[in-house]
């Protein structure tokens, strides 16, 4: 049985056509034998190695949900994860530092949860004063303990202060901002290590370094971030780049760009430069196979390429790309049944007499005939009708969706891709013609960021 505040978050998203942030193991199907497939990658990572999963899919197949689902998975084995959502404005491909930053931001494990950065850094330095402790019999009350913490915290952070010495002066600074009581140097010194950009010149100053992470400091950064991933116990790191099919709408320099930070990227984990990293990024089949996405850039697209001419069961998911499949309606039936199920009704037994697996099924059918028989299209709009059905039921005493449900699929609320098929024209039809987007300019005010839609 599930918790109400899991089922009623669960719910709250669906019903907004938002993909769930916790919960989703609850209705998750068709993804086994990936999960299978990438508990066998992370067993490499966790070995201090690095590695990247590509998934390609369609509108409709879930994407964003099989890589949330995959997060939440790696977060039960001990790994740290992160889902950043690339977009031109906000989270542009080449902007590493950017993308640093919001991976960063999006940091969560299973102990600490959201947002966990701050636990970590503070985990692990808790972790190399409590050795200085063991090993060298100070303790924290000794006048001596911040210097010897500080030494060890260099001895641990010696390989990579050799690329990047700002990390671990930064680090030092903290630590000792922290066991002084200035919080307020200590919060600047964290949110300049995490990425941000505005940081008053005397809190860097307490470091000895100056300016701002950059795109090849951040990368360094990312290194650095692992390193303390490892030594606080932790299996490794798990980054979701989420949607980068944006990148096909910048124009042709800007492109060049995106997919040069994805080459860099394969080339620092093929050099286990990145140990522990696992990346995870998702795309839609023209980002993988057209001129503006992956084959514009051949070294990266040859070392991602594969042949899924062959039946999709037997698809290799070992592969370092590996392919979503649509939905079907037995699986979108399924999907709505589990939904069903964990609703968090006051009237329990009114919805399961109400909204019965014939009134579900027919509900599918309708949807998906909306859609013009495209059930990949369908799964979105399916569950916000089906948690508007029984939000119905359960409010109304006398609302019977046998008798006053009416399916209506307004415009308005459809994504591009929705009202072509709704219109019968090819869905590609809604992203072909897009025209390329300049590149935003440096200094320019980012766009907010959007919470994904479940289609995804």
């Not at 090849?216 to 790191?237: C, D, E």
């Not at 005493?397 to 072509?420: I, N, Q, S, V």
């Amino acid at each position: 049985m599930v918790v109400v505040p899991e089922s009623q978050a669960i719910v709250n998203a669906l019903r907004s056509g938002l993909v769930p942030n916790a919960g989703l193991d609850h209705f998750a199907t068709g993804l086994d034998a990936l999960v299978d497939a990438v508990n066998e990658d992370l067993d490499f990572v966790a070995g201090g190695k690095g590695l990247s999963k590509w998934i390609r899919g369609e509108y409709g197949t879930g994407k964003t949900f099989a890589a949330r689902y995959l997060c939440a998975k790696a977060r039960e084995r001990k790994f740290a994860t992160s889902e950043v959502q690339i977009s031109i404005n906000d989270t542009p491909l080449h902007h590493l530092e950017t993308v640093y930053r919001r991976l960063i931001e999006k940091l969560e494990t299973a102990a600490d949860g959201p947002n966990a950065f701050q636990a970590i850094v503070e985990g692990w330095l808790y972790q190399v004063g409590d050795e200085v402790v063991r090993l060298r019999g100070i303790n924290e009350d000794d006048p001596g303990f911040a210097d010897a913490t500080e030494q060890r915290l260099e001895d641990k952070l010696a390989d990579l202060s050799k690329r990047n010495p700002a990390f671990a002066q930064v680090l030092r600074a903290y630590h000792r901002a922290t066991h002084e009581g200035d919080f307020a140097t200590a919060q600047g010194l964290l949110a300049w290590i995490a990425g941000q950009p505005h940081t008053e010149r005397s809190v860097l100053k307490a470091a000895g370094t100056k300016g701002k992470v950059d795109g090849q400091a951040s990368l360094t950064f990312l290194a650095g971030l692992l390193q303390l991933l490892r030594q606080s116990g932790y299996a490794g790191l798990v980054v979701v780049l989420d949607e980068v099919e944006t990148v096909q709408r910048m124009n042709a320099q800007t492109r060049e760009k995106s997919l040069n930070a994805l080459r860099q990227l394969m080339d620092m984990l093929a050099n286990e430069e990145l140990p522990g990293l696992y990346l995870v990024i998702t795309g839609t089949r023209d980002f993988f196979e057209g001129y503006k996405g992956l084959k514009g850039l051949a070294p990266l697209y040859q070392r991602v390429q594969v042949n899924f001419s062959g039946e999709a069961r037997f698809d290799n998911l070992k592969a370092t790309q590996v392919r979503l499949m649509p939905f079907t309606d037995e699986r979108l039936l399924t999907v709505g049944l589990r939904i069903r199920d964990l609703y968090p009704a006051k009237n329990p037994a009114r919805i399961a007499e109400r909204v019965s697996d014939a009134f579900l099924r027919g509900l599918v059918a309708q949807v998906t005939a909306g859609f013009g028989g495209k059930v990949a299209l369908a799964p979105r709009m399916f569950l916000r009708e089906l948690i508007d059905v029984m939000d119905r039921v359960d409010i109304h005493e006398a609302y019977d969706p046998k008798d006053h449900h009416k399916l209506e699929l307004d415009d308005a609320k459809l994504t591009a891709e929705e009202l072509a098929a709704k219109h019968g024209r090819p869905v590609e039809v809604a992203t072909e013609d897009r025209a390329e987007a300049p590149e935003p300019s440096e200094g320019a005010e980012p766009a907010a960021p959007k919470r994904k839609r479940l289609d995804g």
